[in-house]
């Protein structure tokens, strides 16, 4: 029976402990988030919180350091972004890890034209894997509805006290209300967190970047098209 994967998150380790990590499984995985919400019923660090779950879900699963959160304030100069970002890899980059994994949900196609120019140029710079995707990029897009059913259930299955139940509103004529739940929230957590595990290990054990490069051309003609 094989040894379940070694994890942590970066805040709570020792040095040493960080350095046995990345010996072990030299994944990093870097969540960040746009501070914004899209309903009154939901907390300003919605975004936040659903992506460090399904991080987490798969580090659990692959093993590596999770880091905390890249805010990104809505006001914030996207450029400045890019900065910090880029410093944030080239961080991680010295600290023996070769693969980082950069999940996050971008507003824009120039919010997700720049991760992706960012993680080029690392892994061009220092010769570091870098995946970044959306939350649900490997699942379903459509779960990324701000605001509405899939949002609501994984706030619900996450962070159930921070959720304002009395102002769920519909959306796009569903009873969101009534239909969103922690279960369904769990179910969407356990699947994401499955599909990015399952893309991660396989990129750990066949270091193939022809797979990243073809993902981010998809997302390029998307935009262009």
Request: with cysteine.
């Amino acid at each position: 029976m094989s040894a379940a994967p070694v994890w942590g998150r970066a805040i709570e380790l020792l040095v040493c402990q960080q350095q046995q990590i990345a010996a072990c499984t030299p994944v990093c995985w870097l969540p960040w988030a746009t501070y914004a919400t899209y309903g009154n019923h939901l907390p300003l660090g919605t975004p936040g919180f659903i992506t460090t779950a399904i991080v987490e879900r798969a580090a659990q699963r692959v093993g590596g350091v999770v880091y905390p959160v890249l805010w990104r304030d809505r006001d914030l100069d996207i450029n400045l972004f890019r900065q910090m970002l880029t410093a944030r890899l080239a961080m991680v980059a010295g600290q023996a890890f070769q693969i980082a994994v950069v999940v996050g949900l971008p507003e824009t196609a120039t919010d997700d034209l720049a991760v992706m120019e960012v993680a080029e140029s690392a892994q061009h710079q220092h010769r570091l894997l870098v995946l970044a995707v959306s939350p649900f990029e490997l699942v379903d897009e459509k779960m990324q509805d701000h605001g509405a059913l899939w949002e609501t259930s994984l706030m619900l299955a996450i962070r159930p006290d921070l959720v304002d139940v009395n102002q769920i509103a519909d959306h796009d004529g569903q009873d969101v209300r009534h239909v969103a739940s922690p279960s369904l929230g769990q179910q969407a957590l356990h699947l994401a967190g499955e599909r990015l595990a399952i893309a991660v290990r396989d990129l750990l054990e066949r270091r193939d970047t022809s797979v990243i490069a073809a993902l981010y051309q998809q997302r390029r003609v998307r935009y262009t098209s």
